[in-house]
């Protein structure tokens, strides 16, 4: 049989069977719970091996290798992914096939780590479901096709560019001189850290579902908690204290944490993005403090304020009280962290902090040229110049992400929803956080927006994820796969009838 040379079929491939496996490990653990759904998992992993399996052994890597087409590989295996995620939804009887847009939904959400959920009644769903739906974040925290290329060495794809797409934010880190040991070492980083968050809470009172399923969406920054009270569930202190550690951990660079495992602490202190990253959270803190003084017990304010500062400003969304009953200056506050989120080249989402900085900049620097016009005065970050094409390009980026959420919250205002939760709910979605304000707070689900409203959600989400520019460069080299593919549809029929 003839092998189609179609990278992304490649791609997504490979992401399927991934998948594949972690629907498998979730039917072994529904098999140990026996609180039913192993049956669905596992002919959902069977179904997707097998897809997975016919387009990765039914393509080949194409000569053609550039940035458009590493962004339409990833691009595309996140579509074959949430398409193959609404299946243990479906075959467990979770969720309806009438309702295969709500199904599609938890799946986008927690392949983006987003973190929003239509589900209520998580009594009635197996363990084995909540497990996979974990991992559904887990496996979309450092990316499908980073662990692609780190254990399929067959995929046969060159270049940093597929890594650079699945790590949200400006910059790409090479690691080593080997694509694949760059790969490799970014998921040893994140597995090694995911197993020490696990062991953590579960020494201090978690059992060992609960404990790897919340390193699970720690570690990625994704906030799904199989409690509908999520973190509140517990309501112990120790446990929110790890928590807190393990997303101030995560929603910084796995790169820089990298050197720091292997150059010492003080590669930390070069960076001046996790000095931002660190300050903004700790003035959101104080911000919440001061603004929740007298309205709630001083150590109950510490505790929230605490854990809300660092679950937001890391884009996890992990809840353990309802801060929509807080104070209005709060709320914007909360909205702001949601609108950054972490650092560029973590798990978290949002515009990530290295964009703030550079905006920042930019703006002093615009000021100064005010005064002295002829002045050349270049944008510098710590002892980093920032050429002219990079900072016109962040500040393009920031515009085009600022417009989509004003386009999502005007679509979801148009909808019948209050302008409050259509706005923070854009914000979230896009910055892949989970709660937002007004009727989608920390104690409430997905539900409260109209079917179509999920719609758009889910395309904030997916945009959020994958970034606007990557997305536009997955429809451009869609687009022109799709003409070769006639050009020589074409060639062959003249071949023929000649």
Known sequence: MRRIAVTPVRVAGAALIVVAAAMAISAVVALLDGGGGAEGLFWSAVITVSVGTGLFFGSKVSPL???????????????AVSLAGTLPFLLTGVIPWVRFDDALFESISGFTCSGSTILSDFGSVSQGLLFFRSMTQWLGGMGLVVLAVAILPALGIGGLELIASEAPGPTADRLSLRVRDTARRLWLLYGGATCIVALVLFSVGMSVFDAVTHAFTTVSTGGYSPHAESIAHFDSFPIELVLIVGMLYSGASFSLHW???TQGIGAYRRVSEIRWYFCLIAGAFGMLLWVNHGEIEWFQNLRESLFYAVSLGSSTGFGNSDYILWMPAAHVTLLVLMLVGGMSGSTAGGMKVLRLQVIFRYSFRELLR???????IPIRMGSTTIEEQVAA????????????????GIALSGLGVDPVTAFSGSVSAIGNVGPALGEAGPTNNYLVFPRAGRVVLMALMALGRLEVFPAMLMLVASTRGIAQLRRRRRLTHSTFSH
């Open 65 to 79: 290798a550039d940035s458009a087409l590493a962004f339409a590989s990833v691009g595309w295996s996140w579509l």
């Open 259 to 261: 050197h720091a495992l």
């Open 370 to 376: 005010a005064r002295h016009p002829n002045a050349v």
């Open 393 to 408: 390009k962040v500040v393009g980026f920031v515009l085009l992400y600022l417009g989509l959420i004003v386009a999502g």
